[in-house]
């Protein structure tokens, strides 16, 4: 894509924009009554899967050290758009009002892209845009994941999309929950108390722990793979401005090794995830698909061209270009 006229004075912006004051960036990038309906309708199924869906699937050692863990749903994150963590002294999990309606949006997007057949590069496109976009440039606009890709607002009222975004945002939500509960049962020290390497060993030993969850309950983790596709274009580049700033300030590190492992440990498992059937062949072509995804996230958190060719998009793009466009069959 080439960049329109004036796209170098739109990187300096967005480089100020970008750089300053990370910290509360994402502050208002939904709005409160959509935040609302998020906490009422989409809060209390997580809370479920948490309480009453993955205990079923814990060994009777896990559910002990895991006893008396609760779920907290603050409104907004303003740190990042998508950001869930735990604590172990507190036995808590925290998943933001904002962090979990991007991710629904995002899934739901998708859900519907892919079953009508449309083009699903400018999904990458849009999280491209608003990370080096956003607030500057965005606020007032249609920023919205569904708005911003001419998504219906009521995508999910058709029976086929719904089918395929329960299956991503289940999986997403379990691998989620289930990596927090990993931070928790193996009492992981908070990232700024330990080695860089030390994280990242913490980080695959809670991803093994949610996998494990997703094997136990027979779904492939599709939902895993997308969510690791959403992290890796936002987590800040080594040539963004201010990386070390944000650098010091992640809780989560997201490395290609890591991302790697995780497909590693879903091509190695994949008839134990089963995706609910019985069909030994089609558990390795799932596994195979999730894995290729993981391994596109990969490339994305490790190879600089492809960061370099990503952030020119991000600051060329208008957001007006990102509307669906169709390259095949529906439901293909």
């Not at 960049?3 to 912006?13: I, K, R, S, T």
């Not at 995706?275 to 390795?284: F, L, M, N, T, Y």
Request: glycine share 6%; net charge positive; charged share 25%.
């Amino acid at each position: 894509m080439k960049p329109w006229p004036g796209w170098g004075w739109l990187a300096v912006l967005c480089a100020l924009s970008f750089s300053a004051q990370a910290g509360e960036r994402w502050q208002g990038f939904y709005d409160k009554a959509a935040l609302d309906r998020t906490a009422s309708l989409t809060a209390p199924d997580v809370r479920a899967i948490l309480t009453e869906d993955i205990p079923r699937v814990l060994t009777a050692e896990e559910r002990a050290r895991l006893a008396g863990v609760s779920i907290d749903f603050p409104r907004e994150n303003a740190s990042h758009p998508m950001n869930f963590y735990a604590d172990w002294r507190s036995s808590r999990i925290t998943v933001p009002i904002s962090s979990l309606r991007f991710l629904r949006d995002l899934l739901a997007a998708y859900a519907w892209l892919s079953v009508h057949g449309y083009d699903l590069q400018p999904v990458s496109d849009y999280l491209a845009v608003i990370k080096y976009q956003w607030p500057r440039l965005l606020r007032g606009k249609p920023h919205l994941p569904l708005k911003a890709l001419g998504v219906p607002e009521n995508a999910l009222d058709e029976a086929r999309v719904m089918a395929r975004f329960q299956q991503l945002f289940g999986t997403a939500v379990v691998f989620v929950l289930g990596h927090e509960l990993g931070h928790i049962y193996h009492r992981h020290a908070s990232y700024g108390e330990i080695s860089p390497l030390q994280a990242r060993r913490q980080e695959e030993e809670a991803d093994r722990f949610a996998l494990k969850l997703l094997q136990r309950i027979g779904e492939a983790p599709i939902g895993a793979a997308f969510f690791f596709y959403i992290l890796s274009h936002l987590v800040a580049y080594p040539d963004d401005p201010g990386f070390q700033a944000v650098e010091a300030g992640r809780t989560h590190p997201l490395s290609p090794e890591r991302i790697r492992t995780v497909a590693e440990q879903i091509k190695a498992n994949a008839e134990r995830f089963g995706d609910g059937a019985d069909d030994a062949g089609k558990a390795r072509r799932n596994a195979a698909f999730i894995a290729a995804e993981l391994d596109r996230a990969a490339l994305l958190v490790g190879d600089k061209d492809v960061q370099s060719a990503l952030r020119q998009i991000g600051l060329s793009t208008r957001p007006e270009t990102l509307r669906a466009r169709r390259t095949a069959a529906p439901g293909r």
